[in-house]
């Protein structure tokens, strides 16, 4: 068993651990033929470089990251606004709208993706922030998974709170949120590993490169580079070190995350 | 009297709910509205047009125009032919995988956790950052080739060789997609009872047996929505080949997908429309694969 175990782990490990000892070795090390994992000459250059070389670097890590907090925290409030109004609230026209979010989980994003970008267009939001937010602000998935949590949650809080004079607003707001922190705390590190990995719509929506986000950034910086692999492994795991961070702390919304979806399916 | 109050609050009570309700939706009826809704209709209209982008926008009605043409184009096909052969490959490997590694950290191994949490970690790794560590893997003199000629393998050029290229890929996406599944099965199996174990084992069954016979079989629900978000995953590709070949699909249009050919067709080739007809038969064949996936293993579950 734990010769399995100890074997896959390595597998695992060994390309991060080969892209970040790559990260530390000069060009010369790289490309001699005999591979070696630790650096015979450590070197922090690579790193040095990558921000003198490419300085729009820091402004891609900052359009990431405004792109992905604003993203999150869209997504927590809509999902959780639309989820309790479709499992709590009688209005009318609520099972049409439940199943059209239910018909939009079955359609793949590649259909949307033209009409998307020239309704960008049409709004003059290519290249702009707003055009990698507002249509992802909104998630049908996350927006089922709050409604099957909002259907299992105790009724009788909001009852008493009712009584106690509260409307919906000051219910939703001071009772239903705060007891709903676990599953959004799972959708939270969801949605924003989503948006900081997202490849497809900014490839399509960003061109001006002082637009870019990490990954298309990457991806140019490759273009540029090729070869200079000492450089493209330190870029990438500037790149990869907020998401582990986010990983290592909360790991276990990762898990509890995966298993409601899994679950549910 | 009191009927008409009854009904006048009851009324009343509807209108302010009808307004609560809308006031929650709003958000998300305006994104998936103008995101969705309305993106489908207009890929309808624009995959039965010929549209031009000069400046303006121009449509020429041309029917199915666009159908008929992509049956004809060649790339088409291939595009299809490595995606299908891209899910053929992938999808099964990484749910055995995903079901051997869960059953493995299930069986009572010390600091489960622990394990877990280090195989997850190419799933919370971005796809483009994955993709250039394998780049340099892969690469001829990367740590790939020096590995198979250090066991008396032949080696290959892995980016440059269209025999390989795609395998390439299939190998870094089964790497990094089979924990999450796993991590699924991991959950599944903890809702299975011991006892049906201890039972299985008092008749005699070795663990094998266990396996097949009672593992296998209760995990069928999980294994279809496993197999079937395998499978509109992978039908997806793009991050990977997009980023392997610089967007056009080489070498020898070994890498290139469905989603990179729409991306082609529009964005280089700015044929709107013809890339909205690709789009609608990715769409028609991921929706009839998960339904007959449905109905499959449907029929079997009771």
Same mark, same amino acid.
């Given at each position: ?34 591979p070696n994992f630790l650096p015979k000459h450590f070197t922090l250059d690579n790193y040095k470089q990558l921000f003198i070389q490419e300085p729009l670097f820091f402004r891609w890590l900052f359009n990431s990251v405004i792109i992905a907090i604003s993203v999150t ?193 | 009297?009191?009927?008409? $109050? ?43 047009? $010929?549209?031009? %982008? ?57 600091? $489960? ?45 892995? %980016? ?57 079989? %209760? ?84």
């Amino acid at each position: 068993m734990y010769v399995v175990l100890t074997l896959y782990a390595v597998i695992t490990l060994i390309p991060f651990l080969w892209a970040l000892s790559a990260s530390f070795k000069p060009l010369s090390e790289i490309v001699s033929s005999e591979p070696n994992f630790l650096p015979k000459h450590f070197t922090l250059d690579n790193y040095k470089q990558l921000f003198i070389q490419e300085p729009l670097f820091f402004r891609w890590l900052f359009n990431s990251v405004i792109i992905a907090i604003s993203v999150t925290i869209l997504n927590l409030l809509f999902n959780s606004m639309a989820g309790y109004a479709l499992a709590r609230l009688h209005f009318t026209g609520k099972n049409f709208w439940f199943f059209l979010i239910l018909a939009v989980l079955a359609v793949p994003a590649q259909v949307t993706l033209i009409p998307t970008f020239l309704i960008l267009k049409a709004f003059g939001w290519l290249n702009s922030y707003q055009g990698m937010i507002v249509p992802c602000m909104v998630n049908a998935t996350f927006i089922f998974m709050m409604r099957q949590f909002f259907v299992n949650f105790p009724k009788e809080l909001e009852e008493a709170a009712q009584l106690d004079g509260l409307n919906t607003l000051g219910i939703f707001r001071h009772i239903v949120l705060p007891l709903a922190k676990p599953a959004l705390a799972a959708q939270a590190v969801f949605v924003f590993m989503g948006s900081w990995n997202n490849f497809l719509l900014p490839v399509v929506i960003l061109f001006d490169p002082e637009m870019f986000t990490l990954p298309l950034g990457l991806n140019t910086f490759k273009g540029q580079y090729i070869s200079y692999w000492n450089y493209i492994m330190a870029a990438s795991m500037v790149f990869t070190l907020p998401a582990l961070a986010i990983y290592a702390f909360f790991n276990r919304y990762f898990i509890q995350g995966v298993t409601f979806t899994g679950g549910k399916g | 009297m009191l009927e008409v $109050k009854k009904w006048w609050r009851h009324s009343r009570w509807n209108i302010t709910e009808d307004l609560a309700g809308y006031f929650f939706m709003a958000p998300t009826i305006l994104v998936i509205g103008a995101f969705v809704v309305l993106p489908i209709i207009y890929a309808v209209f624009l995959s039965l047009h $010929k549209v031009r %982008l000069l400046g303006g926008i121009e449509y020429k009605f041309i029917g199915f125009g666009n159908f008929l043409r992509l049956v004809e184009d060649e790339r088409v096909w291939i595009a299809l032919s490595n995606t299908a052969q891209y899910v053929a490959i992938v999808v099964p490997t990484q749910t055995v995988l995903a079901l051997v590694l869960a059953v493995t950290l299930n069986s009572g191994v010390r600091g $489960k956790n622990w394990w877990r949490i280090l195989y997850f970690l190419p799933t919370v790794t971005s796809s483009a950052v994955l993709t250039l560590i394998f780049m340099w893997i892969y690469n001829t003199n990367g740590l790939l080739n020096d590995l198979l000629a250090f066991l008396g393998l032949p080696t290959y050029n892995w %980016l440059g060789d269209p025999a390989v290229a795609l395998k390439g890929i299939m190998i870094m996406n089964i790497w990094s997609t089979a924990p999450f599944y796993m991590v699924i099965y991991l959950a599944a199996l903890q809702d299975i009872p011991q006892t049906l174990y201890e039972a299985a084992a008092l008749d005699g069954a070795n663990s094998w047996q266990q396996f097949i016979y009672i593992t296998v079989p %209760l995990l069928k629900p999980v294994t279809l929505f496993v197999v079937t978000v395998g499978v509109i995953g992978t039908f997806q590709l793009f991050d990977q080949s997009y980023i392997f070949s610089n967007g056009n699909g080489g070498p020898n249009n070994a890498t290139l997908t469905v989603v990179l050919l729409i991306y082609q067709s529009v964005f280089r080739n700015l044929q709107m429309g013809y890339g909205s007809a690709i789009a609608f038969v990715l769409a028609a064949i991921i929706i009839t694969i998960t339904l007959i996936q449905r109905r499959f293993f449907g029929s079997e579950k009771t």
